[in-house]
């Protein structure tokens, strides 16, 4: 499973992919992405920064320009952090994994949150990974209120109904998001053929030899048109 620092390290290195940042405007960027449950701190993020910046996946410099005025004041406010190559490398490696981590409680929503990053078939494969997840979670969850519902309360009761019911939602999103991927793959695929078919329908037709335009499939004449130039018969 993937820890919580591997995830605020896909998040770091997305957002400063996006633009260099601030360690304040990075904060409040990572606390939209990884949602105010997990609210961040800068006792968990200037360490994070310091690893990378170890790593040579990110670098931090002085400001030349004057600190915006929501900036902390001292030292740390003045640093602008930074993608080196390494590190646009090292992320672009990170949005191709596909694997379980990818589609777990604790990863998939910033996964999620770089889709416009990651190519086709990467989403379509962590959407189902996700699915299928969550299809288990549910078959479970059905299972244990059907074994306990004589001996739990009723707000016990419509707890599990309210954790159910948010499942099945997610399920039915997921389906659409898939159906979606597939349409585009779909689209994709088909692009070549429409566009053979397009040039095919816009190919000049050729002379006969009477001065008609003659409909030709792959070179060779019509049937229509081999029996109109066919000499009349003799009486």
Same mark, same amino acid.
């Given at each position: 499973?993937?820890?919580?620092? &591997? ?58 320009? %004057? ?27 990170? *949005? ?27 989403? *379509? ?6 699915? %299928?997840?969550? %299809? ?26 309210? /954790? ?18 597939? /349409? ?23 002379? /006969? ?8 499939? /792959? ?8 029996? &109109? ?7």
């Amino acid at each position: 499973m993937r820890s919580r620092a &591997d995830v605020l390290e896909l998040a770091i290195l997305g957002s400063l992919h996006e633009t260099p940042m601030h360690g304040y405007e990075l904060r409040k960027r990572l606390n939209l992405l990884l949602g105010s449950f997990r609210a961040l701190s800068y006792g968990s993020l200037y360490p994070a920064l310091k690893s990378l910046e170890g790593r040579a996946l990110i670098q931090g410099s002085d400001a030349s320009q %004057t600190p915006p005025p929501h900036a902390l004041s001292g030292k740390r406010a003045r640093i602008v952090y930074e993608l080196t190559a390494e590190g646009k490398e090292h992320f672009a490696d990170l *949005l191709a994994e596909a694997g379980p981590a990818s589609w777990e409680d604790e990863g998939f929503d910033v996964r999620f949150a770089f889709f416009a990053q990651t190519d086709a078939e990467t989403r *379509l494969r962590i959407l189902e990974g996700r699915r %299928t997840r969550l %299809t288990e979670r549910l078959e479970n969850v059905r299972q244990a209120m059907a074994r306990t519902r004589e001996r739990l309360d009723e707000y016990t009761l419509e707890l599990q109904r309210h /954790g159910l019911e948010q499942v099945e939602r997610e399920v039915r999103w997921l389906d659409g998001l898939i159906d979606n991927e597939r /349409g585009l793959g779909r689209d994709r695929d088909d692009a070549p053929r429409r566009a053979a078919g397009t040039r095919a329908a816009n190919r000049p037709a050729t002379r /006969g030899p009477h001065g008609r335009a003659d409909r030709t499939d /792959g070179g060779r004449p019509t049937t229509n048109d081999t029996a &109109d130039d066919a000499p009349a018969p003799q009486h």
